[in-house]
């Protein structure tokens, strides 16, 4: 017996939607680190580039000077 797929859709479940603007707002710091984390294996310069800007903004924060964006030359 063959089944509509409309009857095998779960109407409790919403369709998987990424809200862009509410995915930037909401990615914390801490998200940025567990996914370096994940980063390390397959793309270690790339974690350690976004590592190494975290320290940097860190720093900057202990010592109140204006950061500088990611692409931003010194």
Same mark, same amino acid.
Request: aromatic share 6%; proline share 7%; glycine share 0%.
């Given at each position: 017996?063959?089944?509509?797929?409309?009857?095998?859709?779960?109407?409790?479940?919403?369709?998987?939607?990424?809200?862009?603007?509410?995915?930037?707002?909401?990615? !914390?710091? =801490?998200? &940025?680190? @567990? #996914?370096?984390?994940?980063w390390?294996?397959?793309?270690?310069?790339?974690?350690?580039?976004?590592?190494?800007?975290?320290?940097?903004?860190?720093?900057?924060?202990?010592? !109140?000077? =204006?950061? &500088?964006? @990611? #692409?931003?030359v010194?």
């Open positions: 017996m063959e089944m509509d797929s409309k009857q095998m859709e779960s109407p409790s479940t919403p369709d998987p939607v990424i809200k862009w603007d509410d995915f930037e707002k909401n990615y !914390s710091r =801490e998200l &940025l680190i @567990m #996914d370096c984390l994940d390390l294996k397959d793309r270690p310069y790339d974690a350690k580039e976004i590592l190494d800007h975290l320290e940097y903004c860190s720093n900057i924060e202990k010592t !109140s000077e =204006e950061p &500088l964006q @990611m #692409d931003q010194l």
